[in-house]
């Protein structure tokens, strides 16, 4: 009795740990109309250093990773806030671009 009532027991938090491990945060999307514009230029200003925000920039979008624990310091990986990393997150990345789901974007890289 005490086995089974114990495998119950175990199934049930495992299920639940499951469960809980497989939601995924939604972020609420500013319709693009109102994304502010970004140079590359004015997008370096936000590094993520001495308490700067820190904004990337991915396929023409500009997301705000300030609040992101694997972007402190405005680095993750190697990488550097503050610029384009289309290339890097497509092309060395192993998330991809997946994980921007996650991300607020804030805006959008234009031409200078």
């Known amino acids: 009795m005490k086995k089974t009532l114990f495998f119950i027991l175990s199934l049930t938090a495992l ?3 499951s469960a809980c491990g497989n939601t995924t945060p939604t972020v609420e999307r500013i319709p693009e109309a109102e994304l502010r514009e970004f140079t590359l230029e004015e997008l ?8 700067r925000q820190a904004y990337i920039a991915v396929n023409g979008f500009v997301y705000d990773v300030s ?8 680095s993750h990986n190697g990488f550097r806030a503050g610029a384009d990393l289309t290339e890097e997150i497509q092309g060395v990345s192993p998330h991809g ?6 991300i607020p974007r804030i805006g959008r890289l234009i031409e200078e």
Do not use: C, I
């Open 67 to 74: 609040d992101s624990a694997r972007w402190r310091g405005g």
């Open 44 to 51: 370096s200003q936000y590094d993520g250093l001495d308490g």
């Open 97 to 102: 671009t997946r994980v921007l789901d996650n």
């Open 15 to 17: 299920v639940l740990l």
